[in-house]
């Protein structure tokens, strides 16, 4: 059976699509090509260019290439642009995952897995969250998460298709330098921005309710992610009614002046002091997984630590940034 990947060409669609390739799947990006880039794809896989608004060209695809399940991760993910662009954020991750789960019911697909976030959560007050710890998304990103979370479920339940949605807490790493993280907009790669420019880097608060007073998060390697995926794929194979919802993360907390200790050591720039700078507005002081479920229903757990994420990812920063 073929399987679509909508993103398939961005960071962590093209991981996804090399663990579906390895795991004997055959697939078919789906990417408008906006943040995505075709030399992330193995390969023979082929790639379709186009919008996730674009009702007529998803139609012609999944005729085209006989799909039978959907790996939905097109979006827009950045939460500080979700504020000042709300009606955008809601029409490309709201009304795209709405076309294309329109598209897929009506060609028959029995099987939808969707990109979800630990964003949807907001600022959870636990130690570790679990999928039933309360939703209170705290951006329109996070909404936009949560509504398709919504829309899949109900769609799923109405349509006879098997539903994955899966929350990612903070993926990191690449599986080779070719593809690795292109942004700058998290933790990892915003400090590897200023250390190569031999600026300090910097702490959003150190004043928080945690240990070092730092926050903490759960990191979580892009290749665990993709495994996940493959996991998932596979029980919505097995199991025509699954409608699950789950988390994606390593379990573990990692605070930011850990992580921005390990960035120094792995890149050797032990010598710039973390500079501390004022906390950012929305920044929860802690958010780590409970992986409990995802082990329970689909026998995965995450096989990379921290350090190999960081390594991983600047060796991909530095094959980007020769200079
Ligand atoms: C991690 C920690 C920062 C940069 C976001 C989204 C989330 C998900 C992943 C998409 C925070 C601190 C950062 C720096 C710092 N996105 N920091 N100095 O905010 O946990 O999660 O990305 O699905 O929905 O909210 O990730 O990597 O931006 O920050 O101190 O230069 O690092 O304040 O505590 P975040 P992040």
């Not at 699509?17 to 990417?31: C, P």
């Not at 939703?135 to 829309?151: D, F, I, N, V």
Request: net charge negative; hydrophobic share 40%; charged share 25%.
């Amino acid at each position: 059976m073929t399987w679509m990947i909508t993103g398939g060409a961005g960071y962590i669609g093209s991981h996804v699509v090399k663990a579906l390739v390895e795991g004997g799947h055959r697939v078919v990006v789906f990417d408008d090509l906006s943040t995505g880039d075709p030399g992330r794809l193995p390969d023979g896989v082929p790639l379709e260019r186009g919008t996730v608004l674009d009702r007529d060209a998803l139609d012609r695809v999944l005729r085209e290439y006989a799909v039978e399940g959907v790996v939905h991760i097109a979006a827009k993910k950045q939460v500080g642009e979700s504020v000042e662009r709300p009606l955008w954020y809601y029409r490309e991750n709201v009304e795209g995952l709405r076309t294309v789960l329109e598209a897929a019911a009506d060609a028959g697909v029995r099987r939808f897995l969707f990109s979800s976030s630990a964003a949807v959560y907001g600022m959870p007050d636990v130690d570790l969250v679990t999928e039933q710890t309360p939703c209170e998304p705290m951006s329109p990103y996070g909404e936009t998460k949560l509504a398709g979370e919504w829309l899949v479920g109900a769609t799923g339940r109405a349509h006879g298709m098997a539903t994955a949605c899966l929350r990612y807490f903070n993926v990191a790493g690449a599986a080779s330098p070719e593809l690795g993280d292109p942004g700058v907009f998290n933790l990892i790669p915003m400090v590897f921005d200023r250390i190569t420019q031999g600026k300090a880097p910097l702490v959003f608060g150190t004043d928080y309710a945690t240990p070092d007073g730092t926050c903490i998060r759960d990191y979580i390697h892009v290749e665990d992610v993709a495994a996940a995926h493959v996991a998932a794929a596979r029980r919505l194979t097995d199991d025509p009614a699954a409608g699950l919802v789950l988390n994606i993360g390593s379990g573990e907390g990692v605070s930011v002046a850990e992580m921005v200790a390990l960035i120094a050591e792995v890149s050797g720039h032990t010598d710039l002091e973390p500079e501390v700078a004022p906390r950012r507005p929305g920044d929860p002081a802690r958010v780590v997984a409970s992986a409990e479920a995802i082990t329970k229903e689909l026998d995965w757990t995450a096989q990379h630590d921290v350090r190999s994420m960081v390594t991983s990812a600047w060796a991909g920063w530095q094959l980007r940034h020769p200079e």
